[in-house]
């Protein structure tokens, strides 16, 4: 079957790509393997040079590259643009800080000299998803490569040109062939990738199901798999808190890159002496935002990725109005053409809904009402993801109650959740496990290599 790009926009068949042979998948995976062989042994400054040059690339090309991912994704050609820049700014974050972080660790012993070595592992199978077809990607790609190790990219099937235009950026920023490869395949081939022994590890971005799949294939081969899963991220808000930037940064972090993102805001726990306040401020400004053509620059939420992502959020939304959620605001879809759906608002939510216990990607919205902090974190904490939270207060026992209690990897105060090179990225419980970015990043795809000199 053929990869087809569509613009969510319209529904309209940009271009198909037939997937990869055996035979060159074969050629592919032989490549990296020789290229890893050289690519490893090259100096942190000529790897620096190159990743900065890959960011130049980024930055300078950022408004064609913006309307690439807009075409094949629907996000709005302002974040996509800024997309853009965020993957430029990983590159030289790493390019700045590799050979730091990657530097011998002395340990003192009984020995006359210990010290902990850190090596790149090989090639690397990265299965990345669509919802930010860029920064996604160079999430792996600027700590991995810098490491010294290479990678083969699955992207998601329904942003292809976004896949082979990252490689066209690596190759003419002057990466060796075979340095950093897409293959364009189905679900299908992965397993058989994993199996291969040239395949060191894997890290995957995507959903709780494809994350099973691939940690169980990469299990069976005892070959280390970073996960970064789904998420439910709950959004707190405290009465100390300033009612008006929570309101105003809910809307943002519940609908930006148009909902569809792992790290949204989708669960609304509000203390009870506000709660009515904040619906009414939140509900106004959820309907005040234009949904439309995601490259006009006045456009607030552009269409959802694909038509079945639709069909599935609104089966959800139903599912949990049957159960006896009440609607403030959307709840349908907004009809053709093109995969749009509007800012939703759900409150009433019962535990169980999908709306209570599942992870609604598009911008749909569910309110919940605490009688105390400690009820905030026991709601927050009732959910088999574990990802990033987000908890608005000026109370400083609330602020660490959320701090040392809530069930995250991520906790931010005041503030939405986040992705930032400079500090680690992933979650807990069913968001998976290991963690991107940061100096724990970059570790996580190295022989961690004991040295011991008597």
């Known amino acids: 079957m053929a990869i087809a790009s569509i613009n969510p926009a ?11 042979t055996a035979s060159q998948i074969e050629a592919k995976l032989a490549l990296a393997a020789k290229a890893f062989e050289t690519f490893r042994k090259t100096s942190f400054a000529e790897r620096a040079r190159l990743m900065n040059k890959a960011a130049d690339i980024l930055e300078n090309e950022k408004e064609s590259l913006g309307k690439l991912m807009t075409l094949e994704m629907g996000k709005t050609y302002r974040s996509a643009v800024d997309e853009a820049v965020k993957s430029a700014w990983g590159c030289r974050y790493y390019a700045e800080n590799a050979e730091r972080f990657m530097a011998d660790e002395v340990i003192e012993t009984t020995a006359s000299r210990s010290y902990v070595h850190y090596q790149p592992l090989g090639p690397i199978l990265v299965v990345m998803p669509w919802n930010y077809p860029f920064w996604q990607v160079f999430r792996f790609i600027a700590p991995g490569l810098m490491a010294g190790n290479v990678g083969v990219l699955k992207h998601a099937s329904n942003v292809p040109q976004c896949a082979l235009k990252i490689e066209e950026i690596m ?8 340095a950093f490869q897409t293959l364009l395949i189905g679900v299908k081939e992965v397993d058989g990738i994993l199996n291969d022994p040239r395949i060191q590890a894997a890290t995957l971005t995507g959903s709780e199901e494809a994350g099973k799949q691939v940690g169980m294939s990469a299990a069976k081969r005892i070959k280390k798999v970073v996960l ?15 009612l008006d930037d929570a309101v105003a940064t809910a809307v943002k972090a519940r609908v930006g890159n148009n909902g569809q993102s792992c790290i949204a805001a989708k669960r609304f726990i509000v203390a009870d002496e506000i709660a009515d306040k904040f619906e009414r401020a939140f509900v106004s400004k959820m309907e005040s935002l234009k949904v439309g053509d995601p490259m006009d620059a006045k456009t607030d939420v552009g269409p959802l990725a694909t038509a079945s992502a639709v069909e599935s959020l609104q089966a959800d939304v139903q599912k949990s109005i049957d159960a006896g959620a009440k609607v403030l605001t959307g709840g349908k879809p907004n009809g053709g053409p093109g995969y749009f759906y509007p800012p939703t608002v759900l409150t009433n939510v019962p535990k169980g809904s999908p709306a209570g216990s599942e992870e609604l990607f598009g911008p749909v919205a569910s309110l919940f009402r605490v009688k105390s902090p400690e009820d905030a974190v026991r709601v927050a904490n ?3 993801y574990g990802l990033g939270a987000s908890a608005w207060t000026n109370d400083d026992r609330e602020r660490d109650l959320f701090i040392k209690e809530l069930e995250a990897g991520m906790v931010f ?11 680690p990225f992933g979650g807990v419980k069913r968001s998976g496990h290991g963690r991107e970015l940061s100096i724990n990043g970059i570790r996580e795809f190295t022989n961690i290599k004991t040295v011991w000199i008597k």
């Open 228 to 242: 970064e899963l789904g998420g439910s991220d709950p959004f707190i808000v405290m009465p100390s808190a300033n």
């Open 413 to 423: 105060i005041n503030q939405m959740v986040a992705s930032d090179p400079r500090v």
């Open 171 to 178: 190759l003419r920023a002057g990466f060796p062939e075979g």
């Open 10 to 20: 319209t529904g309209e068949v940009l271009k198909t790509f037939e997937p990869l």
């Open 382 to 384: 009732d959910h088999r």
